[in-house]
């Protein structure tokens, strides 16, 4: 049972830094991009979330983060592929699976191979797309570690070590992040961090060790989850 707890809270910590299912009204809706300046003002300030005395409050800080994201819409944003395809995030009329990496986070490694069996089952009804934090140049040397229908797009500029900022998509909350978008582009859930395998002591004192398939069957469980969840959503949307 501890094993399993701390697996869960791990998903969410060892990052770099590491539903609602009501319709908004037209004259109500709030885009993802208007809503950055206050991501970094909640961002910046940790210390009016989290106490460190506390362990309980640990996930205060991204809580407050996730609060401000769920229920925003997201823009029509234009991305370059790594084959120089153009891809739009209002092309398609299939929900949207945003995920945001980087190649040097050990997480992010330990996650592929959940994402790519999450593609494999679910790629007829949800768009797959990764951000990655890396250039072009570096991406292409990864693509064969992806699934071929997951639509990898590379960073164009330089930026901080948890952030991407790509065609006006600006991400901050470090790596793995994952975003979960309804096909009518509104953000419902957000995934921040992913399990790896490691050894470590319990706050208790205790020795723990998460195995290389633990590691990946908690990353499997998580991410099923998550579009299992997408997919009920957007079928109440759907039947509206």
């Not at 609602?20 to 885009?31: G, K, L, M, R, Y």
């Amino acid at each position: 049972m501890l094993k399993t707890y701390i697996l869960f809270i791990l998903a969410f910590l060892f990052s770099v830094n590491c539903i609602s299912q009501e319709e908004s009204p037209s004259d109500s809706i709030v885009f993802f991009s208007s809503i950055s300046d206050t991501l970094l003002s909640i961002y910046l300030n940790p210390t009016k979330y989290v106490r460190m005395d506390d362990p309980s409050t640990h996930m205060d800080h991204h809580e407050a983060l996730f609060d401000v994201i769920k229920g925003t819409y997201l823009d029509s944003f234009e991305f370059s592929t790594i084959d120089n395809k153009r891809y739009s995030t209002s092309q398609s009329n299939k929900p949207i699976f945003l995920h945001v990496t980087a190649s040097w986070c050990r997480p992010c490694k330990a996650e592929i191979p959940s994402l790519n069996k999450i593609v494999e089952q679910y790629q007829d009804r949800v768009e797959f797309v990764t951000l990655f934090w890396d250039d072009r140049e570096r991406v292409e040397r990864l693509s064969k570690e992806y699934h071929s229908k997951m639509i990898l797009i590379p960073s164009l500029t330089s930026k901080g070590p948890s952030e991407v900022i790509i065609a006006g998509f600006e991400h901050i909350l470090g790596f793995p992040t994952s975003y979960v978008v309804l096909s009518n582009r509104k953000i419902v859930d957000v995934q921040l961090g992913a399990s790896a395998p490691m050894n470590f002591m319990s706050p208790e004192g205790e020795s723990i060790t998460v195995t290389k398939e633990e590691a990946e069957k908690a990353n499997d469980d998580i991410l099923k989850d998550l579009i299992e969840n997408l997919l009920i959503s957007d079928k109440h949307l759907l039947s509206k």
